[in-house]
């Protein structure tokens, strides 16, 4: 049997290879990129991981205060 | 450091930010090593030159494989631990586990073709291996489909669970029933039926996939936990809004 006998069968082969491997790679880049972006605008308009922790900081903050009034005026 | 010590989201985070370059690295010298040493192997002496597809064909197989024995390890994890990042890798792992599956079925058609006459039969491998592939766009389905990640994995968890069953059908398929598709030829009691001139690009190839499969699982798994990020600070937006 010729080496060039399927060569059609053969290249089609790695032809499917490179374009399912080649999509899914260029799909996971694309993805990485989306959400940086996304991450990035996020943080620009000052919603950060950080910015909430400080709205629970002041929430907790603002619940003392509330409680310490309370009990001053209790007393 | 344990490897528990991974299983933290931003840890994970770090430890894709290294390694995931030096593994692309390693990855493509090993693929073009790799496919190299397909090129030059000699033909076998029934198949001629198609004996080629093999190095994709079985390594996609077992990659196909694999990534749903990752995804069930991962199910696990899921539904006993309730680990979040076991749900980023099961979520991470479906579409690459489909991808490999499918360039299994694509190349073995396109193997079958010259080889038995006919690009398809319903066989008992071809068809457990095409129901890998729908498994897996169920899985994919659900991930799209449930709206809380958390339910989502739950699903997905079970579905990967009841789908592990087919890993051992497509593994002894060709011993079970009586197929088209040739026996076990590569892992076999009385050692391999291939010859050493074919098996070793054979095995060079799988190493390529599977180095593969790690480099994109990880980088999948930092889109995932990267995409909850975002989903997380949407949702604080959205009640500072409100």
């Known amino acids: 049997m010729g080496a060039t006998a399927h060569l059609d069968f053969i290249a089609a082969a790695y032809a499917a290879a490179v374009i399912i491997v080649g999509a899914l790679l260029i799909w996971i880049t694309l ?43 209790e007393a | ?46 198949q001629g ?67 038995w006459g006919t690009y398809w039969v319903w066989d008992a491998r071809l068809t457990s291996e095409l129901i890998l592939f729908l498994l897996y766009l169920g899985v994919i389905a659900l991930w799209r489909t449930v709206d809380d990640p958390s339910r989502a994995a739950r699903a997905a968890a079970i579905l990967t669970l009841v789908g592990a069953i087919d890993l051992p059908i497509i593994k002894f398929s060709v011993e079970w029933w009586n197929t088209l598709h040739q026996g076990t030829s590569v892992f076999r009691l009385g050692g391999s039926k291939i010859y050493p001139t074919i098996l070793i690009p054979l095995f060079i190839m799988a190493a390529a996939f599977t180095l593969l499969f790690f480099t994109l699982l990880f980088a999948a798994a930092r889109n995932e936990i990267l995409r909850r990020r975002v989903r997380t600070l949407q949702l604080m937006q959205a009640s500072q809004v409100t």
């Open chain 1, 31 to 73: 993805d990485y990129r989306a959400q940086l972006r996304t991450l990035a605008e996020l943080d620009r308009q000052g919603v950060t991981r950080r910015s909430g922790a400080r709205r629970a900081e002041r929430t907790i903050e603002q619940a003392k205060a509330a409680a310490n009034a309370q009990a001053k005026e």
């Open chain 2, 1 to 46: 450091m344990a490897l528990l010590d991974f299983a933290n989201p931003s840890r994970f985070l770090r430890f894709a930010n290294t390694t995931i370059p030096w593994l692309s690295g390693v990855t493509l010298i090993v693929f073009a090593f790799g496919i190299d040493q397909a090129m030059i192997a000699p033909d076998d002496y029934q």
């Open chain 2, 49 to 115: 030159a198609t004996v080629k597809i093999m190095f994709l064909h079985v390594p996609s197989a077992w990659l196909g494989m694999l990534a749903w024995g990752v995804m069930t390890v991962a199910a696990l994890g899921t539904l006993v631990w309730r680990h979040p990042l076991a749900d980023v890798i099961a979520k991470a792992a479906a579409p690459i586990g489909a991808a490999f599956t499918l360039l299994c079925l694509v190349t073995g058609s396109l193997w079958g073709r010259p080889e």
